[in-house]
């Protein structure tokens, strides 16, 4: 049955495949949009374009930016020899939040998930590996508490034990299954503070 039009329609299904959104919050967007003045749609169509467009990966650690190198990458100051390994690049925000850390980071981009078919292969490990053939003192891995976060920490503390380069884990002062971007920044400092070596 097609009661709005096929436009509108097509604009609900673009917006139910974002994730998060079901069908209700979607019809509710699209209506939204609908009623919004053209111009500032076309500014929210056109940022977001432009998102897509200019930002990517930093080539050292991975995280999203605009530039080749990310600004914790670039920035001499912090030290590169402390590497923290964190899932998404809403993780790596959380802890620049605090203002503390002054490493440099590894974004993996995902978890291992046997349960999802999420295998070391389809995350950014190997480029991690790579990255430990300069000049490392210390990884810590700091992927969530939840399953998955804990079996990419095991996974990636065995890869790199042999190396010889210290490895450590976050405290679990981080609730099971929290994300690290939910989590206020003094539980965040203490997990980093207490972490302990793998
Ligand atoms: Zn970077």
Redesign the pocket.
């Known amino acids: 049955m097609d009661l709005y039009g096929g436009t509108i329609n097509k604009l609900i299904e673009e917006l139910a495949g974002l994730p998060g959104i079901g069908n209700k919050s979607a019809q509710r967007l699209a209506f939204h949009l609908i009623n919004m003045p053209k111009e500032k749609v076309e500014r929210l169509a056109k940022t977001m374009v432009e998102a897509r467009t200019n930002v990517r990966y ?1 080539k ?2 991975f ?1 999203l ?1 605009e530039h080749e ?2 600004p ?2 670039a920035n001499q100051g912090r030290d590169h020899g402390t590497i923290m390994v964190v899932e998404t690049t809403r993780d790596l925000a959380a802890y620049e939040k605090t203002g503390k850390y002054t490493g ?2 590894h974004v993996l981009h995902g978890a291992i998930s046997p349960m999802l078919g999420i295998g070391p292969n389809d995350i950014r490990l190997k480029e991690l590996m790579q990255r430990l053939q300069s000049d490392i003192q210390e990884v810590i891995i700091a992927t969530n508490s939840s399953l998955e976060g804990e079996t990419t920490a095991m996974y990636i503390g065995k890869l790199i034990k042999p190396t010889g380069i210290k490895v450590t884990r976050i405290a679990s002062g981080v609730p099971v299954g929290g994300d690290l971007e939910y989590i206020d920044e003094v539980t965040l400092l203490r997990a980093l503070e207490g972490r302990t070596e793998l």
């Open positions: 930093c050292e650690c995280t930016t190198l990310c914790v990458c440099v980071y």
